[in-house]
């Protein structure tokens, strides 16, 4: 064990709060938010129960761990949602000059689409 991990080794949490393990060294039935995801799952509002320390570029680097007996099925959008969605998308790619909807965002910096913005270019 190197020193450097040794210092990221609190499995009591005595010295950092929470409990805290190095890269890799956190025991079963913990995951981050990223794991949670991949599972269909989601932290259910609760803090973080563990911690991961390690050695990154710009100092020490962290990831908070949720207990997985703990975490909650992911929300699913309705189908009223999904709707409304596909609605602000829409109108984020139709321009406000030509009403054409576009296959790409429109420039907030221009308000209206790239045809619109320079037409001697669209010639």
């Known amino acids: 064990?190197?020193?450097?991990?040794?210092?990221?080794?609190?499995?009591?949490g005595?010295?950092?709060?929470?409990p805290t393990f190095w890269w890799e060294g956190a025991p079963d039935g913990?995951?981050?938010?990223r794991q949670l995801r991949k599972q269909g799952l989601c932290p259910?509002?609760?803090?973080?129960?563990?911690?991961?320390?390690?050695a990154g570029v710009g100092g020490t680097r962290v990831a908070y761990?949720?207990?997985?007996?703990?975490a909650?099925?992911?929300?699913?959008a309705t189908p009223a949602v999904r709707t409304a969605l596909a609605a602000a998308m829409r109108a984020r790619r139709t321009c406000s000059t030509c009403r054409?909807?576009?296959?790409?965002?429109?420039?907030?910096?221009?308000g209206e689409c790239l045809t619109c913005a320079s037409p001697e270019v669209a010639a």
């Open 14 to 18: 005595t010295r950092h709060g929470i």
């Open 72 to 76: 909650r099925p992911k929300r699913t």
């Open 100 to 110: 054409h909807v576009r296959p790409y965002f429109i420039p907030r910096s221009l």
């Open 65 to 70: 761990l949720y207990r997985l007996d703990l």
């Open 1 to 12: 064990m190197s020193r450097i991990r040794a210092a990221f080794w609190d499995p009591e």
């Open 44 to 54: 259910g509002g609760h803090e973080p129960a563990a911690q991961i320390l390690w």
């Open 30 to 33: 913990y995951a981050t938010r």
